[in-house]
């Protein structure tokens, strides 16, 4: 990165508009009020469906795949 651009992007990052967004945003990302939580962790979601229809020896629908990928925070047990 040339210096004159990293200057200028280190003077935004010094902005008092800048640490609004910036704090704004890390709240935002703190907070998990009504979040879905993706539970599926690093299995991708194509071996989920496939694992699925395996067991069942159908297509999951759509509502149960996505309940089975997703969940509220406070469905957590």
Do not use: Q
């Amino acid at each position: 990165m040339v210096d004159a651009v990293f200057k200028e992007m280190k003077m935004y990052w010094e902005s008092d508009e800048f640490k609004t967004k910036s704090e704004r945003n890390k709240e935002n990302r703190d907070s998990n009020t009504g979040a879905s939580l993706h539970t599926s962790d690093c299995v991708p979601h194509r071996l989920i469906y496939k694992r699925m229809k395996e067991s069942t020896r159908k297509d999951p629908s759509i509502s149960e795949f996505y309940f089975r990928t997703h969940r509220k925070k406070s469905d957590e047990s």
